[in-house]
């Protein structure tokens, strides 16, 4: 997301989403202007002010998919809520402790799929290795002793010496 500019947030939303160009443009930049502030030093940051948005429109226009596209570029965990002020708490909508729990919930989720793909090379690599040794067995040396079984002591004269 860093690298991004507004305009390549806007191409990549285009390429899910139809029309809404003003409003893909909107959070595009809002997007970008929040990077750019976290860009500023602890005292400066605190000076600028971080702007939310606030889509509104009638339903089917694409906002809830505008929202999820945008949190996946920006690398951010998302929940859709419904937050109507019509909507009773506890019989149709959702207590705030729920909503947090729920989107504390998405981020953990997100932050475990990102190190399960960050360790993936590495655990197929040990997988087959493992399979590898089970298959074939390591070579012996001359003395009947696997690698693994070998260990390299060095003595006070530098010189080594194998030992079981």
Not at 44 to 54: A, D, F, Q
Not at 124 to 152: C, F, M, S, Y
């Amino acid at each position: 997301m860093s690298e991004m500019t507004p305009r390549e947030i806007v191409s990549e939303l285009d390429k899910h989403i139809i029309g809404q160009d003003n409003a893909k443009r909107s959070v595009a930049i809002a997007l970008r202007n929040r990077w750019r502030r976290m860009q500023l030093n602890e005292e400066l940051r605190h000076e600028v002010t971080p702007k939310n948005i606030l889509m509104i429109g009638p339903t089917g226009v694409g906002k809830t998919e505008i929202a999820r596209r945008l949190a996946k570029l920006a690398n951010a965990p998302f929940i859709k809520v419904e937050a109507t002020k019509f909507t009773e708490v506890g019989y149709v909508g959702k207590e705030v402790d729920s909503i947090i729990r729920d989107l504390t919930d998405a981020a953990v989720k997100m932050v475990r799929v990102q190190a399960i793909e960050k360790n993936r090379y590495r655990a197929e690599e040990l997988a087959e290795e493992r399979i590898l040794d089970v298959l074939i067995p390591p070579a012996k040396n001359n003395w009947g002793q696997t690698e693994q079984q070998q260990e390299t002591v060095r003595c006070s004269s530098g010189i080594p010496q194998e030992t079981a």
